[in-house]
């Protein structure tokens, strides 16, 4: 099945065309990682993807049905989309455990079928123990593992990650971008992740998407992608 579908995607801001011509699939269960140098449009892509931009021309089309267009837009929440950020972006005046029970009972998911699903998750995500805590009271490692419980609580169809272990430190992110791919695999994520890491990339990816100027250069398996200097 088809999740995700870009058909001649293009963005400009002003006279500034950011993205050109962009035309790719993802298939359920895929992982596709996007890399390319600061200013190729990879942002961009994950913001119309999201529903945070419009396009002003081509479509996005999820599950079969469009999105957004020139003409027409999807709100973000009614796309079965779920994003993680950079900083995390937790509220930080809620527990961890409702701030990954927030999506879950805003579709009034039963308080028992709640518990049940966290917990499967936050033993997947080694987050035992933190459910009363605050967020700014856990390690950047442990918020950033909130996010990801957070935006998988609901089952997305498609999972957006944006440069999701760059605030990470070194070690951290070599250890969170393989449990993070192994955990993917295991549920069946379709994940949509941008990076500038080209490690993170090779280590996730199932397809690699390499941008250059607004278009896309390749797009392919890691073994036979390369990254131009
Ligand atoms: P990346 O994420 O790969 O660094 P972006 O998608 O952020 O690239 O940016 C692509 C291009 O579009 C850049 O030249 C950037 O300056 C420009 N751009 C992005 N957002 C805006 C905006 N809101 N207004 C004007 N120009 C923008
Ligand atoms: P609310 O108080 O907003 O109605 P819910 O009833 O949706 O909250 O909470 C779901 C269930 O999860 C409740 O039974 C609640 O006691 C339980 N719960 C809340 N916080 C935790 C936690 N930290 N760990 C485990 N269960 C929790």
């Not at 999820?62 to 989309?81: D, F, H, N, Q, Y």
């Amino acid at each position: 099945t088809t999740i995700l579908e870009v058909k001649q995607l293009g963005k400009s801001f002003g006279s500034h065309t950011a993205l050109k011509n962009i035309n790719f699939s993802v298939k359920q269960g895929e992982i596709i990682s996007v890399l390319g140098p600061s200013g190729c449009g990879k942002s961009t892509l994950l913001q119309l993807i999201a529903g945070l931009q419009q396009p002003d021309e081509g479509e996005i089309c999820l599950r079969g049905a469009t999105v957004a267009s020139a003409s027409r837009m999807v709100a973000p929440e009614k796309r079965g989309i779920n994003m993680v950020f950079q900083d995390y972006a937790l509220w930080p005046h809620m527990t961890i455990y409702d701030n990954m029970a927030y999506g879950l009972r805003r579709q009034k998911v039963p308080a028992a079928a709640i518990k049940e699903q966290l917990a499967a998750l936050v033993a997947l995500l080694h987050l035992e123990g933190l459910e009363d805590r605050l967020p700014p009271q856990l390690s950047g490692g442990q918020q950033q593992r909130v996010a990801i419980a957070r935006a998988l609580a609901t089952k997305p169809d498609l999972l957006l990650l944006d440069e999701p272990l760059s605030n990470l430190d070194m070690r951290l992110r070599i250890e969170m971008r393989s449990e993070m791919a192994y955990l993917f695999r295991q549920l069946g994520t379709t994940v949509f992740h941008v990076t500038h890491d080209p490690d993170e990339a090779f280590a996730m990816a199932d397809r690699l998407m390499i941008m250059r100027s607004g278009a896309i250069d390749q797009i392919d398996r890691p073994q036979i992608c390369y990254e131009r200097p």
